[in-house]
């Protein structure tokens, strides 16, 4: 039997062209499971894929092809008359914190409104877990009457943190809950994030572009990149030792603190494009370390080692 709290196989999720050109496939064939009380990291540029899989993952979209297993439970096979119940298993907490909630409720009212929704607390002792979810996330609660708008950004992300936490989730899913932060704020929601986790016994799925992030937080990482996973596996590996080359671009994307240290070389130029290749690696267009074989041979994911996967034909040779 798996010890993973989360398992996904063969994800695969399609879209309709805008233009009316067919399928847009944002997710194939993308397959990880992560350990419980554990976090795994998702990055890659935007449009890589990585948010449809989050939203595959909570509900929040159907997919075509594959499987996700939350706690044993395929999510696919769950009857709709026990979906609701089995949501308070599994949260997510989005990029716009503002955006998240509402208007016109305040604090105490947002924080209480998943309690009345899934606990069939009576109203005191749901005031009283309002309060304990505030201590929890480090919000005063003097602040518990006021509305979303009165609260700074990072209020606003600790109001959905408490939110997620109301239900007693075993899995967090977290969409970008840092991006539209200031960087001191980021620091002390990354910190809150890991002491609630070590806390609860939480287990985590972190999207984000902030590579710090993933490196301070995460035991696993999936780079992706136009719907594929390209590389995967322990963070101190994948930081050490990188075997793609889109994920050397995106470590080197990130300049040295120290401006006497040189940036890194480029790897890449230009961005993800639109639409499929037909055949051949799909970052071959970008890849600097291209050979003949990269434009006509589709590569799978090659063991690196026993943990560390690389969708490159040329692993071990690039560098």
């Known amino acids: 039997m798996s010890d993973s709290i989360v398992e996904v196989s063969h994800l695969t999720k399609t879209f309709i062209s805008r233009r009316g050109r067919g399928e847009v496939f944002a997710v194939r064939d993308v397959s990880f499971e992560v350990r419980e009380g554990q976090t795994l990291g998702i990055v890659g540029e935007s449009g890589s894929g990585k948010s449809t899989v989050a ?4 509900g929040l979209l159907d997919f075509e092809v594959g499987q996700i297993s939350i ?3 395929a999510i696919s096979e769950i009857p709709a008359r026990e979906m609701r119940k089995f949501r308070q298993n599994l949260q997510i907490v989005f ?3 503002l955006e998240s909630l509402d208007p016109r409720y305040r604090v105490r009212q947002l ?4 309690l009345e929704l899934h606990s069939g607390l009576d109203a005191k002792t749901r005031r009283d877990r309002v309060e304990e979810l505030m201590d929890q996330v480090s919000l005063e609660t003097g602040l518990s009457e006021r509305y979303p708008h009165e609260l700074s950004g990072g209020q606003q992300q600790r109001v959905n943190i408490a939110r997620a936490l109301a239900t007693g989730p075993k899995v ?3 969409d970008e809950p840092t991006a539209s932060l200031d960087v001191s704020v980021q620091l002390e929601i990354l910190e809150l994030l890991i002491r609630l986790q070590a806390e609860f016994g939480l287990t985590y799925i972190l999207i984000s572009h902030n590579l710090s992030a993933i490196r301070a937080i995460c035991d696993t990482v999936a780079v992706m990149y136009m719907g594929r996973i390209v590389e995967s596996g322990p963070v101190d590996s994948i930081y050490s030792a990188t075997e793609h080359p889109y994920t050397d671009t995106l470590l080197g994307a990130y300049l040295p603190v120290d ?5 890194k070389k480029a790897l890449a130029r230009g961005e993800i494009t639109g639409g499929l290749r037909t055949g051949g690696c799909d970052f071959a267009p970008r890849c600097e370390y291209r050979i003949s074989e990269c434009q006509d041979t589709t590569p799978d994911l090659q063991v690196v080692n026993e943990h560390h996967l690389a969708r490159c034909i040329r692993v071990g040779l690039w560098k």
């Open 111 to 114: 924080i209480s409104e998943p």
């Open 95 to 97: 990029q716009e914190p």
């Open 172 to 174: 967090v899913v977290l």
């Open 259 to 263: 401006p006497r240290v040189p940036a």
């Open 71 to 73: 706690m044993g439970k």
């Open 55 to 58: 939203r595959c993952i909570t």
